[in-house]
């Protein structure tokens, strides 16, 4: 009798272990994003942000011949083995510039404004492993460049992440 | 026996390793002169706020005419901890400026380093901000 209790017992609590184990999909906003190794989109977030507080702290926006200054994107060059979409970083820095009133994007290329910056840059990978740790340095490079090729701002920002074998997956 | 002295071996080194703290040097009078803003605090992760302690912000208008903010961290601790943090905007009516570059941003501090964070608003509307940290 107590033994057919249990296994009742047992029966009726194991679907709820079941389901206390499944984690349905939903929206994560805030700090419980997933962090790869990969560059993920909240470091294209973050280094986006780096990058224009770095643009806004220099004197460039206030020297330009257009308010807000004309901008158009150059080569952006992903020196990674990994295959992303620019615009995860590009987009970003558009959007807060525009929205910031300091700048806006001809999305012509320049074709019909004559543009007071050409934004330009490069996302290099570099990878290292000592016994189990993998890391992966991802480095930002950005230029704005003037109308006669002078680059008038640039900066440089990075990006480390470091894991052991069995988290990394590989 | 030797199985026993040889992990006490690693566990002393692993706490050695976890327990490298960071000397600072600076000037005794500082040149730049900071204005330490009054700020109120609400505290729900006591954990972390003994051990990661923001003492100070200060603020600056950078020449594109933006709120310039920095908030100097420090680890209370004697070994290396990780956080995060998030700035928000708000603008004269105390409405929060939403931008796409908002996130997140992961830190670490060393043991008995002293850090500072850095922002700049997004807009020239950005009149106020509030800083939120979680422990990692």
């Keep these: ?170 | 026996m030797k199985e026993y002295v040889m992990a006490v071996v690693a566990a002393v080194s692993l706490a050695q390793y976890g327990c490298s703290t960071v000397n600072t040097v600076e000037p005794s009078q500082q040149a730049a002169q900071r204005q330490i803003l009054a700020d109120k605090r609400i505290t729900t992760d006591g954990r972390l706020y003994g051990r990661v302690r923001p003492i100070g912000v200060n603020t600056a208008v950078v020449p594109a005419g933006m709120l310039k903010i920095q908030i100097e961290v420090r680890n209370l601790t004697r070994s290396l901890q990780p956080f995060a943090y998030h700035i928000e905007w708000f603008d004269a009516n105390g409405i929060i400026v939403n931008t796409p570059t908002s996130a997140w941003v992961d830190r670490e501090i060393q043991g008995g380093e002293t850090l500072s964070i850095t922002g700049i608003a997004p807009t020239g509307d950005a009149k106020d901000f509030r800083i939120k940290f979680i422990s990692r």
């Design chain 1, 1 to 170: 009798m107590k033994m057919t209790l249990c296994k009742c017992l047992l029966i009726m609590i194991c679907p709820f272990l079941w389901s206390g184990c499944a984690t349905a999909p939903h929206v994560v906003e805030g700090p419980g994003k997933l962090t790869t190794m990969e560059i993920d989109t909240q470091d294209f977030a973050a280094k986006a942000d780096e990058m224009i507080q770095s643009m806004l702290d220099s004197p460039i926006f206030e020297k330009a011949a257009h308010k807000p200054a004309i901008l158009v994107v150059g080569r952006i060059v992903n020196n990674t083995g990994r295959n992303f979409d620019m615009d995860l970083l590009i987009k970003k820095i558009r959007v807060a510039l525009n929205k910031g009133g300091k700048a806006i994007t001809d999305i012509t290329g320049g074709a019909l404004n004559n543009p007071d910056f050409t934004l330009s840059g490069k996302i290099i990978e570099n990878r290292s492993r000592e016994g189990n740790t993998h890391q992966s340095a991802y480095t930002f490079q950005l230029s704005l460049s003037n109308s006669q090729g002078l680059a008038v701002w640039e900066d440089e920002k990075e990006i480390t992440k470091q894991g052991t074998r069995a988290s990394v997956g590989f």
